[in-house]
Structure formats: C-alpha cells, structure tokens
C-alpha cells in the first residue's frame, strides 16, 4: 500500500485552495489579470491530486466522519446533486452578449469592423500584418482570415481590438 504523507498532503492541499479560492474570486468579478485564469484552470489539476493525497492520508477518519455523521452524508449528498445539476443545459439565457458581440466582430468584413475598434481600415490591415495575420482586402473577415483556426482568430481579434501604443 502507498504511504502518503500528511505532513505535505495537507499544507499542498490548503495552499492550491487558497490559489484557486483567490483566481476563482477574481474571475467571478471580471477583476482577473496576468496569468489567473490560467493559473487557476492548470493548478486545478494540483487541486485535485492534492485533494486526493488529502483523502488518501486521511482515509480512516474520513470513512469514520462520513458513516458516523448524517451531517457529512448530507453535505455530500447536496453536493452530489449540485454537480449533476450543473451538466442541465440551460436555453434559456442563450449565448454570453461577448461571444456573440466576438461572433459579429469576426463575421464583419473588416472595413466595417475595424471603425469598431476605432481603427481606420488601414491602420487595422497593418496591425494584423505586423501580428503575422496579413489580410489586404477590406471586404474579408477575421472569420475568413483564421480558416475556422480558433487560436487564429483570438489572435485576429485581439489585434484587431487591441489599443494603439
């Protein structure tokens, strides 16, 4: 059987929680920056190996808490329908207003959508060339430019969006 360590099981364990409590947090109020989003989707795979070093290290106590505490088997349970709740598709909301606004962003030709981004035509046409992303005629979209390349078009967009220095 593998040993596991309470002694690093627990510190790693509080540790990513309060990373993934703080980027979580940020993320809710639209107030991340930098890298928190990905520090908080990549160091959610730490959390659940240490949530899991966590358990394994406690395993008896915990086994002990949860058949003995009707407590605990609520909580589970409530939380057990929380993540089966959270796979019903909602239609009711729809698609997010900036997905759809990136949408209608990248199907414009672009002489229409550089205006959006306070660009003139021209000026867009230089910032995608100078991102790697030439594109001489106005009438094409960003949408045509990236191929349906997803990694493509969030460049396109960005520079397309992105302020002049």
Do not use: Y
């Given at each position: 059987?593998?040993?596991?360590?309470?002694?690093?099981?627990?510190?790693?364990?509080?540790?990513?929680?309060?990373?993934?409590?703080?980027?979580?947090?940020?993320?809710?109020?639209?107030?991340?920056?930098?890298?928190?989003?990905?520090?908080?989707?990549?160091?959610?795979?730490?959390m659940v190996a240490a949530v899991a070093a966590h358990?394994?290290?406690?395993?008896?106590?915990?086994?002990?808490?949860?058949?003995?505490?009707?407590?605990?088997?609520?909580?589970?349970?409530?939380?057990?329908?929380?993540?089966?709740?959270?796979?019903?598709?909602?239609?009711?909301?729809?698609?997010?207003?900036?997905?759809?606004?990136?949408?209608?962003?990248?199907?414009?030709?672009?002489?229409?959508?550089?205006?959006?981004?306070?660009?003139?035509l021209a000026q867009a046409q230089a910032d995608l060339?100078?991102?790697?992303?030439?594109?001489?005629?106005?009438?094409?979209?960003?949408?045509?430019?990236?191929?349906?390349?997803?990694?493509?078009?969030?460049?396109?967009?960005?520079?397309?969006?992105?302020?002049?220095?």
């Amino acid at each position: 059987m593998i040993k596991v360590s309470r002694e690093w099981a627990t510190p790693v364990t509080v540790g990513v929680f309060v990373v993934m409590a703080v980027t979580g947090l940020l993320m809710f109020f639209h107030l991340d920056m930098g890298l928190n989003k990905a520090a908080h989707e990549w160091l959610g795979w730490l959390m659940v190996a240490a949530v899991a070093a966590h358990g394994w290290a406690n395993w008896p106590s915990l086994r002990r808490h949860i058949t003995a505490s009707r407590r605990a088997q609520l909580v589970l349970g409530v939380s057990t329908v929380a993540l089966a709740a959270s796979f019903v598709v909602s239609g009711s909301d729809g698609p997010s207003p900036p997905l759809l606004a990136m949408q209608a962003i990248g199907r414009a030709p672009l002489k229409v959508a550089a205006p959006l981004a306070g660009k003139t035509l021209a000026q867009a046409q230089a910032d995608l060339a100078a991102a790697g992303l030439p594109m001489a005629d106005g009438d094409r979209s960003l949408q045509d430019l990236s191929g349906g390349d997803r990694r493509k078009m969030g460049l396109a967009v960005r520079t397309l969006l992105a302020s002049a220095p």
